[in-house]
């Protein structure tokens, strides 16, 4: 079995490298990585392993970062110190975990739950969805805008939906101010709160108080009227619909 270790703390990978070589001496540690920057650079570089263990916090920054360069199509098993309420939202997440310091007899039982998950083929573990669960308080509470001269501060609770128009990005308060924005949609997906917005389309983040009426529309979809209004249709596409009614739910 071949496996990766994202690790910047020297000792604890060649314990944790010592330590598998213990348990399976067929077990084969492809690369120890320490940052978020060498991990991203590798796996665009080689093929990926069968099963990863990777430390939460590296020296440049969460190793959640990763997976906003790289699709992971590998399970991770998390190195952490984080408390419980993240131990219990990698049990909900089926993504199983191994506190600092590692002990031998827990990442034996680790990579036993791997093999099963493996023998079994589920389904791809959601990383951004466990990362929006950990880090809850880390999104983005301002946005600053620039215009003409002047450069403003807009809270993130005031603005009612964000846009693309004709290829530039844009969002609109609940005054019914519009701004430029510096960011991607696909890049703001990860930056905003899922309990209140919602990318609806490719073209629409919307947040759950802008919604003013909503009706039934062809090919199971959506239409969706927004406060403030928005000159462009705004519709909730075929493939988000499902996910987008368990969302107005209150279901993530």
Not at 13 to 29: M, N, S
Not at 69 to 87: G, H, R, S
Not at 97 to 106: A, D, S
Request: aromatic share 12%.
């Amino acid at each position: 079995m071949k496996v990766l270790i994202i690790e910047d703390e020297q000792a604890t990978a060649l314990r944790l490298k010592k330590l598998l070589t213990e348990i399976d001496p067929e077990i084969e540690v492809m690369d120890i990585l320490d940052s978020i920057e060498s991990s991203v650079n590798w796996y665009q570089q080689n093929k990926v392993p069968e099963l990863v263990f990777q430390d939460i916090q590296l020296a440049d920054g969460s190793s959640f970062e990763i997976f906003k360069e790289i699709k992971m199509e590998v399970p991770v098993i998390f190195i952490t110190a984080f408390d419980q309420y993240a131990i219990d939202a990698f049990k909900v997440n089926s993504v199983d975990y191994l506190l600092k310091p590692v002990n031998k007899t827990q990442l034996s039982e680790s990579i036993e739950k791997f093999k099963r998950i493996h023998k079994n083929e589920q389904e791809i573990f959601d990383y951004h969805k466990l990362a929006r669960i950990i880090h809850k308080d880390d999104f983005q509470k301002r946005f600053v805008v620039r215009y003409g001269q002047k450069i403003k501060s807009i809270e993130t609770a005031d603005i009612a939906y964000f846009y693309t128009d004709s290829g530039n990005n844009f969002f609109r308060t609940f005054n019914n101010e519009t701004y430029p924005l510096d960011f991607s949609l696909d890049k703001l997906e990860n930056m905003l709160n899922p309990d209140e917005y919602y990318r609806i389309n490719r073209q629409f983040i919307i947040h759950i108080k802008s919604i003013d009426e909503m009706y039934t529309y062809s090919k199971s979809r959506v239409k969706i009227e927004l406060t403030p209004p928005c000159e462009i249709e705004t519709i909730a596409s075929t493939e988000r619909s499902g996910d987008f009614k368990k969302w107005l739910g209150g279901l993530s």
